[in-house]
């Protein structure tokens, strides 16, 4: 599986984007899959994910990022709404075959390259 995300950028304070992630080599209908993001000097950390049991947020995008996927198109989606500057970071797409993979990125196999969202304040 490879997996290629996109739509990062620069965004203001409270503003929006939306991140894609393409995956090609095999359908993904039941992988788990997840966004994590890394800024700079820090670890990776899980941002928000979707499997078979339903989506889960970390308590810092809570009610601001949205998870969705299209079976169809092999894409899962990062909607990002009121971003804040905290956000910045490059953000992975991530991807596991096993339905019930969670937020701890060990757990993945299959990663993306990231794209870079830069909020300015």
């Not at 620069?10 to 992630?21: D, F, I, V």
């Not at 209908?29 to 078979?52: H, V």
């Amino acid at each position: 599986v490879q997996l290629q995300a996109s739509g990062g950028g620069l965004a203001q304070t409270g503003g929006s984007l939306r991140l894609s992630c393409v995956a090609s080599g095999r359908t993904f209908r039941n992988y788990s899959l997840g966004w994590f993001r890394q800024a700079p000097g820090k670890e990776r950390e899980f941002a928000a994910g979707i499997n078979w049991s339903g989506k889960r947020y970390a308590d810092s995008v809570k009610d601001r990022f949205t998870i969705s996927r299209d079976n169809a198109e092999n894409t899962v989606y990062l909607q990002m709404n009121n971003l804040k500057p905290e956000d910045t970071a490059v953000y992975h797409c991530a991807a596991d075959r096993n339905p019930y993979k969670g937020s701890d990125r060990t757990a993945y196999a299959y990663w993306g390259q990231g794209t870079l969202v830069t909020v300015s304040s």
